[in-house]
């Protein structure tokens, strides 16, 4: 199993961005999907997932400003990120997961190699 993410960049604060992560080597039909987020210094933090039923769940600081989504079709889940601020400023990450994620902290068992967000 592979993922691998992409779109990050610098950006303003109050700009967009908008993640992929591309899995291969398995299908997510059936599993959840996340992404999480690590900035230097701070501790993990699940930012958002979907399950195969399209049940979608956000960190709160996150609420209202981000949007996961999935296109079965080519494979990949992205996250569209909008009014962005400097404390969303971290390396992102993608995961899978086998079972239901309740929350955006998964459970997962596979993660891609990130992608840096910096918002100034």
């Known amino acids: 199993v592979q993922l691998v993410e992409s779109g990050g960049g610098s950006v303003q604060a109050g700009g967009s961005l908008k993640l992929s992560c591309t899995l291969s080597?398995?299908?997510?039909?059936?599993?959840?999907m996340g992404w999480f987020r690590q900035a230097p210094g701070k501790e993990r933090e699940g930012v958002a997932a979907?399950?195969?039923?399209?049940?979608?769940t956000y960190a709160g600081s996150v609420k209202g400003r981000f949007t996961i989504s999935r296109d079965n079709a080519k494979n990949t889940l992205y996250l569209r990120m909008n009014s962005l601020k400097p404390e969303d400023t971290a390396m992102y990450y993608c995961?899978?997961?086998?079972?239901?994620?309740?929350?955006?902290?998964?459970?997962?068992?596979?993660w891609g190699q990130g992608t840096q967000v910096t918002v100034s």
């Open positions: 995961a899978i997961g086998r079972g239901y994620c309740a929350s955006p902290a998964g459970p997962y068992d596979h």
């Open positions: 080597g398995t299908t997510h039909t059936r599993r959840c």
């Open positions: 979907i399950n195969s039923d399209d049940m979608t």
